[in-house]
């Protein structure tokens, strides 16, 4: 079984480890948002990257919290996939988006 971690807050991972930074950015002009997922190696130096482009419905300012969770999952679902495909594992995934950190540690086996 493939080990996922998901921090919240910076950290190194230990030896062996990779570690996936992911980001969201909202276009509200083009209605979409942008993910970057940048990795680096237990040293921290680079392995690889990835930028995705997503276009479609932006929320009202009113509905921004739960239109940011599920664009911060959507980003974390997408990097999971990507690595899993590269063939990549025990890998550290680490975002700013709380909510989205706790969710997974309690739907998912990690």
């Not at 991972?13 to 190696?41: A, E, T």
């Not at 911060?72 to 594992?89: N, Q, R, T």
């Amino acid at each position: 079984m493939k080990k996922l971690h998901i921090a919240h807050h910076p950290s190194s991972g230990p030896g062996n480890m990779l570690k996936c930074n992911i980001n969201v950015v909202v276009f509200s002009l083009q209605k979409g948002f942008g993910i970057g997922l940048f990795v680096r190696n237990d040293r921290g130096f680079f392995v690889k990257a990835k930028i995705a482009l997503f276009y479609g419905f932006i929320p009202t300012v009113e509905d921004c919290s739960f239109y940011g969770f599920v664009k911060a999952k959507i980003a974390l679902c997408h990097a999971i996939s990507w690595l899993a495909d590269l063939g990549f594992d025990n890998i550290i995934f680490e975002m700013d988006c709380k909510l989205v950190v706790d969710d997974m540690r309690e739907t998912c086996l990690v």
